[in-house]
């Protein structure tokens, strides 16, 4: 029977591939989703993955979605935290609310999703825990004090949750992807990607989705089994920890 892996925010982006890497990687994945049921839609009918619709900003909903993953797959073996969102502005003009949902979402959400199959990791003594951060939580970005903050917290977390799990045979590393060639990204004017954003890159070129889903893949396997309280930086050069 193959490990069931949960990917939040699994249908699109870098969440999409990584799901269709773990998939191909012999996985049984539940692609998790916040809102956007056409794309999903979309996604189930093209890969055959199935998905699966709450807000990990909700504790209750991610206890309740996981129980439903669960009982239609079996035990969460692989939980990659990759749901984000962004609501930039420069600070002097940053909301409460803004600096609220981002928290919720991209820092509280890794509680909500990660404490529902905690237990059950450690009862089987096998469980592979997979954050997505940011460059910019290593290094801050202007304009992103919220997500800044947010991706660095999910440093922390991973490093403090990794001492806890290790005598239990269960990982938690993280991934902070620098600039990656998603719809999202390469939506921005090419002028400003070609002239500002590329140059600062020093291989030259934005990531992409399937480079973070392969490394994805190599920290769920049975063989990384070693490798904990690790962030790998998939930044292209751009910075160095």
Known sequence: MSKVAIVTGGSRGIGAAISIALKDAGYTVAANYAGNDDAAKAFTDSTGIKTYKWSVADYDACAAGIKQVEDELGPVAVLVNNAGITRDS????????????????????????????????????????????????????????????????????????????????????????GYIGTEMV??????????????????????????????????????????????????????FV
């Open 186 to 239: 390469r939506a921005i004017d090419e002028k400003v990607l070609n002239e500002r954003i590329i140059p600062q890159i020093p291989v030259g070129r934005l990531g992409e989705p399937e480079e973070i889903a392969r490394t994805v893949v190599f920290l769920a396997a049975d063989d990384a089994g070693f490798i904990t309280g690790s962030t790998i930086s998939a930044n292209g050069g751009q910075f």
């Open 90 to 177: 420069m600070f002097h003009k940053m909301t409460p609310q803004q600096w609220k949902e981002v928290i919720d979402t991209n820092l509280t959400g890794l509680f909500n999703m990660t404490h529902p199959v905690w237990g059950g990791m450690r009862d089987r003594k096998f469980g592979r825990i997979i954050n997505i951060s940011s460059i910019n939580g290593q290094k801050g970005q202007a304009g992103q004090a919220n997500y800044s903050a947010a991706k660095a917290g999910d440093l922390g977390f991973t490093k403090a949750l990794a001492q806890e799990g290790a005598r239990a045979g269960i990982t938690v590393n993280a991934i902070a992807p």
